[in-house]
Structure formats: C-alpha cells, structure tokens
C-alpha cells in the first residue's frame, strides 16, 4: 500500500480515503478487535501511524534526501515554488503542508498516558 508513497501522495483525498479503510480493516483483523474499537485507539496501540502520515512522512524524507543529492538534476527538480492553496493542481511536496485528515488527528491527540490511564 505505502509502494512508491511519496509519488502517489498527491492523489485524489477519496481514494487515499479508501486506501485507509483497507488499513483500517486489515488492523482489525489483525487483532481481532471488537468492532467497537475506534480505529484511533487501533492504530495508537499498534504503533502504527495512518496511511496519511506515513505518506507526509515519507514524503519529508524522500524530499530531504533528494534536496541534498550530488546530481544537480535531482536537485532541481525538487527545488520549487508550490502553488498557491487556491490552485487547482496538487505535486508530491504538497502531501507536506496539507493537515492531517480527522484519523490522524485522532491517533496523534492520544498520548502514552491515556494508554497507562485505561489499562490500570
């Protein structure tokens, strides 16, 4: 699902939707979980960040490593303005500056203290 992530960030926001719900029920079935189990508290107790995070993320490396490439042809083709929010066209180093989608949201407001607050 993360193949080639940092290409493909940019994609349609219903599809990466999608792409998350596939994670979401392979999580589920990985633990057994009750399906009245958030998908947040899933992804927290797993360790595993949401499809939307690990692409940001992903993205931030691949970005940070190419910045810094010998080959100056590389270089240059990250090195560029990204259009304003109002734009209709989205390139890969948007993903970096985009908020998180509300699961993300959620997955990150939840501390290590909350998981030691319900399992006393």
């Known amino acids: ?14 599809v990466l939707y999608r792409l998350q719900v596939v994670q979401n029920k ?13 998908n947040s508290i899933l992804h927290r107790d ?14 931030k490396r691949f970005f940070d ?8 042809l590389l270089r240059a083709a990250v090195d560029y303005q990204p259009p304003p929010p109002t734009h209709f066209l ?3 180093r948007n993903v970096l500056i985009d908020p998180p989608d509300a699961l993300t949201a959620a997955v990150d407001s939840h501390s290590l203290n909350d998981v030691n607050d319900t399992h006393d």
Do not use: Q
């Open 26 to 38: 392979l999580c589920r079935a990985a633990t057994d979980a009750h399906w009245c189990v958030r």
């Open 1 to 14: 699902m993360t193949y080639a992530s940092p290409v493909f960030a940019h994609a349609d926001p219903k």
């Open 46 to 59: 797993m360790e595993l960040p949401t499809l939307t995070k690990y692409m940001k993320d992903a993205s």
């Open 90 to 92: 989205r390139r890969p």
């Open 65 to 72: 490593i190419t910045g810094s490439h010998p080959n100056a």
